[in-house]
């Protein structure tokens, strides 16, 4: 296999924020390569050409010379095509007009900007696989797995990735309101997002203390063309400081670049056993190997979650398979495949899955994902939401609103009584506590500015180390 035309994309879906004023994408070509077909596959496109695609020339030109009104040669064009990957039913392989190729590559060369998440499109629902650290995605309280109904009141439904992501760019310092399905609620919620820019760089490193020992920590947030590189030198700092252990937290990381992941493993997995596997459609299977001699001289634990992905489940598969190393936290996304932007010659391109690529074992995780070695799910208060109402919550209210108001009460450390969204005597004294000690007016009732500042509160705790029930498990395990 050629690894130069090795799809470097991982992620397969788009990139809300990772471009300039735009909801962006990595593309999966290296800058000055062409995708080419060997003879053999040259010679059965051929036959194809000859045969099977007769029928579509006959319904190309009788619609193009008879249809009751004039057709327009390149829209028959683009349909057929976009008719031919819709029968793939793979929503990683997809096309793009020669306009919004020409869009998405000019944002990729400028500054980062957006509302900061991985979107992909499942079932043909368009799904956040994960909002970015400290992004204003993730500040506006969207989650893995939320469902993306409409975007400024105009709901996605039957349109494609490409189109429903166009609608959410925007520049930054603007407003985009989504309206989100969420899984346990009845009742779609709508989030307000403030377009943003989103930093580049790719690993946040911290030495944590614990019981005398030092545990080194380092965040990937994705794997970008510089990943490997930070992660590199972070690593050595760390070392230097004489750590006695790592964590490496993956959480939220929807993915990047095979290349960059491949060489942060390089860093860790020994020859012993393949980093992972590529296998085509003719089910040859090629693995690919580090040169790295010994283990580390140290521990080192994987956080995961569910918006983990691609790449990030590639780092999961490697360490766990090939390092034996444990994993933390909960199950990955699922995305198991590879795919290739291929130039079509006029400007537009397909983007094709090629691969599917394989753990070092040989399991293929595609819609599965990766198992942690200790499952652990986080408090409730990680679970809670935005809180919408059309009017206050005051005593003797019942809705899904109260609940998750209820939720954060309890998980900021006041005691609301119930959580079963019935607004009690002991839920109005809990407000009223939060408010004092806010310097609020004390009133008992949640109006607008109580439910921000309880947001507010709770995006606090969950800041809070302590709180984090994976990273806690992590160091424990380590202290072990």
Avoid: C
Avoid at 90 to 101: E, F, G, H, L, R
Avoid at 360 to 387: C, F, R, S
């Amino acid at each position: 296999m050629n690894r130069k035309w090795i799809a470097l994309l991982m992620t397969g879906s788009l990139l809300i924020g990772a471009g300039s004023t735009y909801v962006g994408m990595q593309w999966a070509v290296a800058k000055g390569e062409t995708f080419s077909l060997g003879s053999k596959e040259t010679e059965n496109a051929q036959i194809i050409s000859a045969e099977g695609l007769k029928k579509v020339e006959q319904a190309y030109s009788l619609i193009l010379t008879s249809y009751v009104e004039k057709v327009e040669e390149d829209k028959l064009v683009e349909g057929a095509i976009q008719g031919m990957l819709t029968k793939l039913e793979d929503p990683y392989s997809v096309y793009m007009d020669k306009k919004t190729a020409k869009q998405f590559s000019e944002t990729l060369e400028s500054s980062f900007e957006g509302i900061g998440a991985e979107v992909s499109m499942i079932d043909n629902k368009v799904i956040i696989v994960s909002p970015f650290k400290d992004s204003p995605a993730e500040k506006a309280g969207l989650k893995p797995n939320d469902q993306i109904l409409k975007v400024d009141g105009e709901s996605v439904e039957g349109l494609d990735l490409y189109e429903a992501t166009l609608k959410i760019r925007g520049k930054k310092g603007t407003t985009v309101e989504l309206e989100i399905g969420r899984q346990g609620l009845k009742e779609p919620l709508k989030v307000e997002v403030k377009r943003d820019e989103i930093p580049q760089i790719t690993v946040h490193a911290d030495m944590k203390q614990h019981a005398g020992d030092k545990i080194g920590y380092l965040e990937i947030t994705t794997f970008s063309e510089h990943t490997a590189k930070e992660f590199k030198k972070e690593l050595a700092v760390l070392e230097d400081q004489g750590m006695n252990s790592l964590i490496i937290d993956v959480r939220g990381n929807p993915g990047g670049l095979l290349s960059s992941v491949e060489e942060v493993l390089k860093e860790m997995i020994t020859e012993m056993k393949p980093i992972y596997q590529i296998e085509e459609r003719s089910g040859e299977k090629t693995r690919f190997f580090s040169s790295l001699k010994e283990r580390k001289p140290y521990p080192i634990v994987v956080l995961t979650d569910k918006g983990s992905a691609s790449a990030s489940e590639i780092l999961a598969g490697a360490m766990k398979e090939a390092g034996s190393y444990p994993i933390v936290g909960e199950k990955t996304f699922g995305k198991g495949t590879v795919q290739q932007a291929v130039p079509m010659g006029d400007g537009s391109n397909i983007k094709l899955t090629l691969f599917k690529w394989l753990t070092p074992d040989g399991n293929w995780i595609h819609k599965n994902g990766i198992k942690p070695t200790v499952a652990v799910e986080q408090p409730k208060l990680y679970h809670t939401h935005p809180i919408q109402m059309e009017q206050s919550l005051k005593q003797d209210m019942n809705s899904e609103q109260v609940k998750n108001a209820q939720e954060i009460l309890e998980g900021i450390g006041y005691a609301p009584g119930r959580t079963d969204g019935y607004f009690s005597t002991q839920t109005e004294m809990a407000v009223r506590a939060f408010q004092r000690k806010r310097g609020m007016a004390v009133t008992g009732i949640i109006d607008s500015k109580t439910a921000a500042a309880l947001e507010e509160a709770a995006r606090e705790e969950m800041k809070k180390e302590e709180n984090d029930a994976q990273l806690q498990t992590a160091i424990k395990l380590l202290a072990k």
